[in-house]
C-alpha cells in the first residue's frame, strides 16, 4: 500500500490517503500534548509504542467480535486502516474517578464505580470538546438513539475485555477515550487504543503508567510507555515487530 496525499495532521498523527480509495494510512508520531494542546513535546519511539499497542488492541477486539477500523501494519509507527466517517465525539469508560470527573462532581480520586460510567464529550477543539448528552446527540444528527446504545454496547464491550486482559497483566484500567466512524451501514471501532488516551495504575504500587505521567511530570513517560507495551504484547503477536 503506497501513501499517498496527506488528509489530516492532528496533534499526535498523521493521516494519508492510500491508492485505494476506502483505506487510510496512520502514521503515528512521536508527538505528545497535554492541556488542550498547550504542553507540547516530541519524544522519539513514542509514536511506535502507541501504534504497537494500538494494532495489538484492535486485533484482539477484533478476535472478540468488537468491529474495528484496523487492517494492519505497514512499519512499527504506521497501520492501515479502513476509511472511516468520523463521528465526532470521544467516548470515555471509566471504571474508577480520575481527572476531569473528579474535577468536576464530588467523587473521590480513585472511587471505582460499581458499574463503568461513559461519558460522552463532543469533538471539537475551538469549543474545547464540551461533555454532550443523548438529546443532544440526537439534535446535532450525530447518531440516532438506537445508534448510541450501539455505541454504548460496544464500548462496554470494550471496556470488558481491556480490563480483563490489563488485570491479568497486574494493571488497573481506570479510564480511557475511544471513537467510531461509519463504514457504509456500519458503525466501527477507529483511531486509537494506546497509554495517551487511557489511564492505567500498577495494581501493586498504583504507579500511573500512561499520558498521566506526561501531564503531572511523575516520571519518563517512554519508560512508562515502554513498559506497558512489554508487559501486554506477547513476543510471537504477529501484528508488528
Ligand atoms: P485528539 O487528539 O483530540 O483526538 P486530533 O485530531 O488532534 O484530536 P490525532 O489522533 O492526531 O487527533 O488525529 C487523528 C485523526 O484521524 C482524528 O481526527 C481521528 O478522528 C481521525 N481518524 C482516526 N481513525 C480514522 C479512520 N479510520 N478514518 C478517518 N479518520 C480517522
Ligand atoms: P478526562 O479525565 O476526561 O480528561 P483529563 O485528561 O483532562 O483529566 O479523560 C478521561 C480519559 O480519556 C483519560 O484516560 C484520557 C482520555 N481522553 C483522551 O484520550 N482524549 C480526550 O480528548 C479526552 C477528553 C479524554
Do not use: C
Not at 512499519?75 to 466517517?85: P, Q, S
Amino acid at each position: 500500500m503506497n501513501r499517498g496525499q496527506l488528509l489530516y495532521e492532528g496533534k499526535a498523527k498523521s493521516v494519508y490517503l492510500s491508492d485505494t480509495p476506502d483505506e487510510l494510512i496512520v502514521a503515528f508520531r512521536d508527538d505528545i500534548t497535554a492541556f488542550d494542546g498547550q504542553k507540547k513535546d516530541s519524544l522519539a519511539g513514542k509514536g511506535g509504542y502507541n501504534a504497537r499497542i494500538s494494532a495489538f488492541f484492535f486485533t484482539y477486539l477484533e478476535e472478540k467480535g468488537i468491529p474495528t477500523h484496523f487492517m494492519g501494519m505497514i512499519d512499527d509507527h504506521t497501520m492501515a486502516v479502513k476509511r472511516l466517517n468520523m463521528i465526532p465525539l470521544e467516548v470515555i469508560v471509566r471504571n474508577r474517578a480520575a481527572g476531569s470527573i473528579v474535577r468536576r462532581y464530588p467523587f473521590r480520586e480513585g472511587q471505582t464505580f460499581d458499574t463503568p460510567l461513559i461519558v460522552m464529550d463532543y469533538k471539537d477543539d475551538s469549543r474545547h470538546d464540551p461533555m454532550i448528552n443523548d438529546d443532544i446527540i440526537i439534535a446535532l444528527g450525530l447518531l440516532s438513539r438506537d445508534e448510541i446504545q450501539h455505541v454504548r454496547d460496544l464500548a462496554l464491550a470494550v471496556n470488558r475485555h481491556l480490563k480483563e486482559l490489563f488485570r491479568a497483566r497486574g494493571l488497573d484500567l481506570v479510564d480511557f477515550k475511544i471513537e467510531f466512524g461509519r463504514f457504509g451501514d456500519t458503525i466501527l471501532l477507529g483511531d486509537e487504543i494506546s497509554m495517551d488516551s487511557m489511564r492505567l495504575w500498577d495494581v501493586k504500587t498504583g504507579a500511573s503508567l500512561d499520558k498521566d505521567v506526561y501531564r503531572y511530570d511523575k516520571g519518563d513517560v517512554l519508560s512508562a510507555y515502554a513498559k506497558v507495551v512489554d508487559m501486554m504484547i506477547p513476543k510471537e503477536f504477529g501484528g508488528v515487530q
